[in-house]
T-cell receptor
Framework: GENVEQHPSTLSVQEGDSAVIKCTYS??????FPWYKQELGKGPQLIID?????GEKKDQRIAVTLNKTAKHFSLHITETQPEDSAVYFC????????????FGGGTRLMVKP | GAVVSQHPSWVICKSGTSVKIECRSL??????MFWYRQFPKQSLMLMAT?????????EQGVEKDKFLINHASLTLSTLTVTSAHPEDSSFYIC?????????????FGEGSRLTVL
């Protein structure tokens, strides 16, 4: 089955700096890669996703890049703010509806004011 | 986006009792819902896939008689932790897709924190 590795497990940055979280996946058939933000005591919220037919996607301060050949994808957060502090999870799945997601181990991001 | 609601958000129970957690899709129909368990500082682990009108599909290592899943309608799935023990204490999260959106996006509930004394 699919295996998703995520690094780093913790990341501390100064407010205004950029943060980068990287994930690798094992199954070359995976074609959907979402990123979730989870605040303490809450369920995960989708912040951005990318499909295998594109290499990069951006939404304001958040961007995701995908390298299908190397089977890795990354989350980039620019101009970080204290409210960006949370746990971020990457995930991968094959296909769209009905297929389960395999999650990475999570990255605890701390943005220091 | 679509909304998935869980209830209760937290529950404390005595060892040996059963606890039911509800997962509702509020503005869409979900033929399939997913139940995850998350231990402190760990990732989400899929427990089972809940299928409306049929039996749930459990992941390897998850006891189906321990974690009863019922998906009685297109908007409600329930997870019952039977004869709960302290090791069952965890954060349980459900999720569902709004197939009408066609995006494959998975929407998560707010989670239910179970503490078994």
């Amino acid at each position: 089955g699919e295996n998703v590795e995520q690094h780093p497990s913790t990341l501390s940055v100064q407010e205004g700096d950029s943060a980068v979280i990287k994930c690798t996946y094992s199954d070359s058939a995976s074609n959907y890669f979402p990123w979730y933000k989870q605040e303490l005591g809450k369920g995960p919220q989708l912040i951005i996703d990318i499909r295998s037919n594109v290499g990069e996607k951006k939404d304001q301060r958040i961007a995701v890049t995908l390298n299908k050949t190397a089977k890795h994808f990354s989350l980039h957060i620019t101009e970080t703010q204290p409210e960006d502090s949370a746990v971020y999870f990457c995930a991968a799945s094959i296909g769209n509806a009905g297929n389960m997601l395999t999650f990475g181990g999570g990255t605890r991001l701390m943005v220091k004011p | 986006g679509a909304v998935v609601s869980q209830h209760p958000s937290w529950v404390i129970c005595k060892s040996g009792t059963s606890v039911k957690i509800e997962c509702r899709s509020l503005d869409f129909q979900a033929t399939t819902m997913f139940w995850y368990r998350q231990f402190p500082k760990q990732s989400l682990m899929l427990m089972a896939t809940s299928n409306e009108g049929s039996k749930a599909t459990y992941e390897q290592g998850v006891e189906k008689d321990k974690f009863l899943i019922n998906h009685a309608s297109l908007t409600l799935s329930t997870l019952t932790v039977t004869s709960a023990h302290p090791e069952d204490s965890s954060f349980y999260i459900c999720s569902a897709r709004d197939l009408a959106l066609g995006t494959g996006e998975l929407f998560f509930g707010e989670g239910s924190r179970l503490t078994v004394l």
